[in-house]
């Protein structure tokens, strides 16, 4: 079963402007992650997030996790075309297992048109 | 140093045929995973590696699925008597050993395996 919830499914948006994209999720977590992909590629990951981090920044992107509403969000400023892509959610859940099973969301499609 | 090998890149396979799937993952990375992507669909878990074995095989959808990995290394995912749900993206990623926090995955670019 997925644990996050992209939203939204899709997202058209012009080049220069800002992409923001929700993820939910159900349990408790160690970290979440936010990964890319382009079309008939594999994931590549973009940003970690710790449960006792509010806010993350790499470049372009802002990534916040707010666990008492166990959402997350991911902005990418000035988006470019070479933006377009997918971007899934993950969730490391906080199991008492040794290791946390990494649960993907079902992602968001990202079109920036120049 | 090379990303994560997988082949085939695609597979095209009959009903009922039995397929195999190869995950060559970064070298010194004891941890590896296979996830299911439907089309349009986010990522469903399959089986997770740490060095050759499995602690965790929830995610395998029937007793057809079965998976091994040998020297810490290159993995092999088998479906046998495939069926016609099977069809999906069958990705492979890898990380280095879980100590004291999550490591990001490293994914392979899949097999696209359609069953007719």
């Known amino acids: 079963s997925q644990q996050g919830e992209e939203d939204p499914q899709a997202l058209s948006i012009q080049e220069g402007e800002n992409a923001t994209m929700n993820c939910s999720y159900k349990?408790?977590?160690?970290?979440l992650q936010w990964y890319r992909q382009n079309s008939g590629r594999g994931l590549v990951h973009l940003i970690l997030?710790?449960?006792?981090?509010r806010e993350k920044h790499s470049g372009r992107l802002r990534v916040t996790l707010d666990t008492s509403k166990k959402s997350s969000s991911l902005l990418i400023t000035a988006s470019r075309a070479a933006d377009t892509a997918s971007y899934f959610c993950?969730?490391?859940?906080?199991?008492?297992?040794?290791?946390?099973?990494?649960?993907f969301g079902a992602g968001t499609q990202v079109v920036v048109t120049p | 140093g090379a990303g994560v090998s997988q082949s085939p890149s695609n597979k095209v396979t009959e009903k009922g045929k039995d397929v195999e799937l190869r995950c060559d993952p970064i070298?010194?990375?004891?941890?590896l995973y296979w996830y299911r992507q439907s089309l349009g669909q986010g990522l469903e878990f399959l089986i997770y590696?740490?060095?050759?074995?499995?602690?965790?095989k929830s995610g395998l959808p029937s007793d057809r699925f079965s998976a091994e990995r040998t020297g810490g290394s290159v993995s092999t995912l088998t479906i046998q008597r495939t069926q016609q749900e099977d069809s999906a993206v069958y990705l492979c990623?890898?990380?280095?050993?879980?100590?004291?926090?999550?490591?990001?995955?490293?994914f392979g670019n899949g097999t696209r395996l359609t069953v007719t």
């Open positions: 990623a890898s990380s280095q050993s879980r100590t004291g926090g999550f490591l990001p995955l490293h």
């Open positions: 349990t408790s977590i160690n970290n």
């Open positions: 997030i710790r449960s006792n981090e």
């Open positions: 993950a969730t490391d859940e906080r199991t008492t297992d040794s290791w946390g099973k990494l649960q």
């Open positions: 070298s010194g990375h004891t941890a």
């Open positions: 590696f740490q060095g050759n074995s499995a602690p965790d």
